[in-house]
């Protein structure tokens, strides 16, 4: 997605919609920003948006407040499930959306307003959009990332920095750790 602005170094770094599942490690699905630019960045006023892998409809909608530091993360937990054995650390934004394990499609906008449509690629406060999963009806180049599980995240290379707009090629399928500190090693 192309974008002018200081705002385009901000990503999704990670997709995790198996929390709380049975086999599943961590209590909460969740979605993980990194910012991948030289300063920080407001992210009041954005969101961070759901829709089923062939859906819609962008009902799933958690705003965001606060800023993230140059090279940080930015930790948005989501719905909880009744397995997992860990708690996620202290997240810098908490929702209710109840992400599907295997395949989906998140947006990171810089608006709060719900987007529309299957594919709202051109929508102009896209930030970032990452179709999780071979279901997915929309995603960034040309093919989703790999299928999820309970077990499994889409994790953006290079420590969440490699960022080609293609989702195939940008996420790898692994264990969910994050890349906040509290949660890595």
Do not use: H, M
């Not at 409809?57 to 530091?69: F, K, V, Y």
């Not at 992400?99 to 299957?118: E, F, N, P």
């Not at 594919?119 to 180049?141: I, M, R």
């Amino acid at each position: 997605l192309a974008a002018t602005s200081a705002q385009a170094q901000v990503v999704i770094s990670q997709v995790y919609g198996g929390g709380g599942n049975s086999g599943a490690t961590f209590k909460n699905d969740f979605i993980e920003l990194r910012n991948n630019g030289p300063t920080a960045v407001d992210l009041t006023g954005w969101s961070v948006q759901y829709a089923s892998s062939a859906g819609t409809a962008w009902g799933g909608r958690t705003n965001l407040t606060g800023s993230i530091p140059a090279g940080g993360f930015y930790l948005v937990q989501q719905a909880p499930g009744a397995g997992g054995t860990v708690d996620l650390p202290t997240p810098d934004a908490v929702g209710t959306i109840g992400l599907a394990g295997t395949a989906g499609k998140v947006a990171l906008s810089r608006s709060t307003t719900a987007l529309t449509g299957a594919c709202p690629l051109t929508d102009a406060n896209l930030a970032d959009f990452v179709g999780f999963g071979s279901a997915a009806n929309c995603f960034e180049g040309s093919a989703p990332t790999g299928t999820l599980s309970n077990t499994t995240a889409a994790l953006r290379g290079g420590d969440g920095s490699i960022d080609t707009d293609n989702n195939g090629a940008d996420f790898a399928v692994g264990a969910p750790s994050g890349n906040t500190p509290t949660i890595a090693d």
